[in-house]
């Protein structure tokens, strides 16, 4: 067979389709009350200089030196620049769909039109994954599979919130996934092998950590062809072994991937091997603390992956994944379904690689999102052996697939409909909720989202001409005093001018845009400058301490310990962000 993706059955496209608008419904209901979070604003406002990088590289518009498209510069941790940094697929397409929106919107975007444009961005990977987890799902296991699989993947609390944000992390689980497919097809038809190489090329340009995806080949070939393995490695060493018995796919994967992956990074046009050797080392230099059963650390125990996804995933949904690792487990001891071991590999590669001391995760799931894709299908397949299981015990047999995915879906619709914040800082009954969550010690709100919902109270309450001092994620209290736009225009980053390209790019009324704020408030740098301190409940900073056992940072912990907030956004009771009266444990 050739390439079948293009003539799929009506049945099988339209399912997909439905599954699709079942997640944009949620989004789009979800994303004008998504507060921006850390890493966001960075990849929003990079985005437009993309942007306009390219249309000054396709048109001859004047093209800056810091926005180089043939030559950029050789800093890998300079954010100023437009290629340079990390992978840029998504930004790029981020850059787009804002281009989109700002031209059928007459040249004028307000603040929260221009941000939910960029996000659009992830949420188009992420309904691809979605179309992709039904139909690797249900070719390899079943349509009923399929349709549990990508219900589940949809209702899972902590991927759906990383799919609203303009950021990597949903982008790349994304890509993987979608790779991983191609692969399965290529394994023995050579189109598809062909095309898997650029997927995965373009997989690698979306974020770093898809090298996980080449581990999760290798680990399935060596379990799954085990029986075959003294054979090959016999004609290897007596050099009978026949180029042509190599599958297509994996020469696809050797050599063009790698040229998709720099074809589309003009950063690696120059010096590609030097300058992704310095992306990995710069990569691995990464140490970013994390908050886990109440204590800070830059090293995880090797149970924090396992953990975190075990509170974070819905019970039901973690009950039927249970049963479907039981059920991949039991095909890696029997070898009888290489399928399902390739999905197994997806969720234990990358957990098992992030529960060795060689380099630990932070920020509750998202250095390990790639693996809810699998976990997904994992998810899909144990469900429908409980239905089968029930189908020949009971009657009423349509009701049983219609019960087991309203179970799947409950309690993520119990937590949207309390609000964003309980979806965001999701945990199980497992924990207690959140409250319990907390109270044992797991991380919150770590990247800020939950600072939009202060500005109402500001907006309302905030005293004429009012200051305030936000000393953790300024950035994004920056964005919402000044638009995403408005924040190029006032050069907020001090010398970090990339985003000047951008004015040449756009129409100058633009600039009318606003932020969320009112025009009267100030952000300022000081504290004893300010009317009042915002506080971010980010615990691996506030608990933060020196080796002599020390606070990092005291202040904030007089606040939380001396003064009652005048306001406070919370979920399940528990404090997120806070706003007091500057010095009023004075």
Known sequence: MGISFLFLRKKTLLTGMFLIIIYLIFASLALPHTGLVWDETRYISGAKARVYSIYAFLTGAPQLKICDLVNPPEDLDNRDRCWSGRPRLLQTVSGFTWGIVYYLNGMKVDFITSVIAHRLATTIFVSLCIFFVFLFASEAFGFRVGVFSAISLIFIPRFFTHSLYTTLDAAAASMILISTYFFWKGWKNWKWGL???????????????????????????????????????KNIRKNRIRLKSVPVVIYSLIFISPVVFILSWPWLWVNPIKRFIGLLQSNAKISIPAYYLGSVSIHQPFHYVWIMTFVTLP??????????????FNSVVKNDDKNIVLILMGVLVPMIFFSLPIKTPYDGVRIFLNVFPFIAILTGIGANTVVEFLEKRFRFKPFICIIILVIMALPFLFSFSNGMPNIVNYYNELVGGIKGAYNMGFEMDYWGESYIYLIDWLNKNAKPNATLYVPIATNIFEMYRHGDIGLIKERFYEGRHHLNATLQFLNSEIFEQRGLLRNDIQLVSEENKSDYYIILNRRAIIDAKYVNGSYMYPEYRMYIEKCKPIYSIKADNVPLSMIYKTYCYK
């Open 315 to 328: 019970i039901s949904i973690l009950l039927f994944f249970i049963i479907g690792f039981l059920k991949g």
């Open 195 to 233: 095309f898997a190489g650029v997927v995965f090329g373009l997989t690698l340009s979306t974020k770093v950590n898809a090298y996980f995806f080449p581990l999760i080949v290798l680990f399935w070939v060596f379990i799954s062809y085990r029986d075959r393995m003294f054979f090959w490695i």
